[in-house]
C-alpha cells in the first residue's frame, strides 16, 4: 500500500483523549497509546460479521472485517480514478500544514495524502483500529467517533476531508460546525459522498429493476437508524448555512457495471460494481436486520436477484457522486 521508496514508520494508533489537544507526535499521546491499545483494537460480531466495539453506542452499521476493508480500498481506487487521478479538489497549496481524515477506513487516502505533502501533519480518524503497521512518518490514526465532541483546539487544520461517510453522520450541521472551529482561517473542508440512488440517463432503467428495489429497501432501513442515503444532494446547502463561503458542488457520474463506452468510465463502473455486489451483506446486514426487522435468512434470499441484477449490462445505470468544497472564511 504504501511505495517502498518512501520511508514509512511503524503506525501510532491513538484513542482521542478529552485534553482539547491532538497531542499530536508528544510524549503523552505515546503514553496514552499504549493504555488503550487493546480496547480499540477490540471487536464484536455479530451475524457471522465483524464489527467494531469502540463506542458501540455509535452510530455506524456497516462491518470493519477484511470483505469490508477490501471494498474500502476498493471504493478509494474507484473514486480517484473518476476524480481523474485527483486526492482532493480543494486547493490546499503545495505544502498544507495539518490535515485531519474524517472516517479514515483502512487509511489509505490519508495515506497517500500524507506522502503527497510531507509538510503535512496527517491525522486519519475512525472508529475502527484497522490501519496498517506501517505508514509516512508524518501520518497517525485516532480512534474515536466524529460525532462527539471534537477534542481538536479551533483553527488548527486548514483541510478536513470525509469520503464515503456522510451518509451515515445523523447531524451533519453539528460536524460542520465543528469542522468550521477547527479549521484555519481560510482552511477547506471536503466531502466527496456518493448520492445512493440509481439514475439513468437513456430511458433503460426499466422495470423490473432488483438493484433499485433493493436500493429503495436499504435506503429506509439507513433512514429508520437515523442516517440519510440522500444526503449529499444536501451537502452544498449545508455548508453554506454552517457558514462556509466560496462553497462549490462538482457532481460526476459513477457508473453502475462495464456498459459505457469510454474504458474509464468502464473501468470505474466495474469497481463499483465489484464494491456493492462483493459486499451486499455487509451493508444489509445491520441495516435490514436492525432499521428493517429482516432475518438473515429472508436478506440472503433477497439478494440473490439483486446480485444477479447488478451484472444486467442492459440498463445503463449510474450514481452521482458528489464533490463539495467549502472554505472557513479568512476573518470572523
Known sequence: MVQAEHDVDEAEIVA???????????????????????????????NGLRYHAFKQDAYYPFPNDENEQNRDDIKHAMTVMLCGGKLHFAPI??????????????????????DKYPSAAVEGLDL??????????????????????WVYPPNSYNYIHCRHVAQTIKNK???LQRALRTLKPGGYFEFQEILYYPECDDGT??????????????????????????????????????????????????????????????????????????GLRNICSRVFTRGLGWTMEAIDVYLVEVRKSLHDASKHVYFPLYIVVGQKPETD
Do not use: C
Open 173 to 175: 450541521p453539528q460536524l
Open 93 to 114: 497549496g503545495d505544502n498544507p500544514q495539518a490535515i485531519l481524515d474524517l472516517g479514515t477506513g483502512t487509511g489509505i487516502w490519508a495515506i497517500e495524502m500524507a
Open 16 to 46: 482521542a483523549d478529552d485534553d482539547g489537544d491532538s497531542t499530536y507526535g508528544s510524549e503523552a499521546s505515546s503514553s496514552y497509546s499504549a493504555s488503550v491499545t487493546s480496547s480499540i483494537r477490540n471487536n464484536i460480531h455479530e
Open 128 to 149: 475502527s483500529a484497522i490501519q496498517p503497521n506501517y505508514v509516512p512518518p508524518n501520518l497517525k490514526f485516532i480512534i474515536d467517533d466524529i460525532e462527539e465532541e
Open 205 to 278: 432503467m426499466t422495470e423490473p429493476y432488483p438493484v433499485k428495489d433493493w436500493v429503495d429497501e436499504l435506503n429506509e432501513g439507513i433512514a429508520k437508524l437515523g442516517g440519510d442515503n440522500f444526503g449529499a444532494s444536501k451537502l452544498a446547502g449545508q455548508m453554506r448555512d454552517a457558514g462556509f463561503v466560496n462553497v462549490e458542488e462538482i457532481v460526476l457520474k459513477l457508473p453502475l457495471g462495464i456498459w459505457p463506452k469510454d474504458k474509464l468510465l468502464k473501468r470505474a463502473g466495474l469497481y463499483w460494481r465489484v464494491a456493492i455486489s462483493d
